[in-house]
C-alpha cells in the first residue's frame, strides 16, 4: 500500500481523569493509503471498535491497526473510500491479491460480473458523498449518487464506477453472522 497526500480530519472525543468530556484527537487522519491491488482506490481508515457494546475507554488511536476489510471481534470499522473510474482501476485491480491481503475472500472468478466482487460477514451502512457509483450484485445493480444510502448485508457485491471522476463514499461495517440466504 502507498500512502497518500489528501487528508479527512476527523474529530474524536475522549474522557480525561476527571471524567469529563474533551477532545481527543483533531486532525487529519494519518491512516490513508491507495490500495494498488484494489485498483488504486483511496482509503482513510478513521476509527474502529473490536467489540460489542463498544469500550469508550482509553486514549489511543483506534484507527492504527493492519488492514483488513472486515472488523475484528465483533467491532465496526468506519472508513472513507475513494473510487476511481473503472477506466483506470480495472487496468490494475489485483482481486485475488488484493482480498487475500486484507483478510477476505474475492468471489469465484468465473461467475463474478465485476472483479471487485466480494463477501464479508457485515452489515455496511454507505453514503455517497459525492459521484456515482453503482453496487453490482450477483443478480442486478444499481446505480447510486451523492446522498443515497446503502445497506449491504453480508452479500456478493461489488462497486464499479463508470464515469471518468472519483466517487467518494463514507463506510461503517458492523460485524455480522454469516449469511446463509433467505428462507
Known sequence: MK???????RVV?????QGRSFILIDGDSPHD????????????????TRSSPADNSG???????ERRIQPKGGGTVFRI????PDSIRLKTIRPEEHFSSMG???ADASRRPHPGMHKTDTIDYVIVLSGEIYAVMDEGEVLLRPGDCFVQR?????????TEEPCVMAFVLVAAAAATGNP
Do not use: C, F, M
Request: net charge negative; hydrophobic share 35%; glycine share 10%.
Open 3 to 9: 500512502k497518500v497526500d489528501r487528508r479527512y480530519r
Open 13 to 17: 472525543t475522549g474522557h480525561n481523569a
Open 33 to 48: 493509503y491507495v490500495l494498488e491491488k484494489a485498483g488504486g482506490l483511496h482509503l482513510t481508515e478513521l476509527w474502529e
Open 59 to 65: 486514549a489511543i488511536d483506534a484507527a492504527e491497526h
Open 81 to 84: 473510500i475513494e473510487y476511481p
Open 104 to 106: 477476505a475472500q474475492g
Open 154 to 162: 453480508g452479500t456478493n457485491h461489488a462497486w464499479s464506477n463508470r
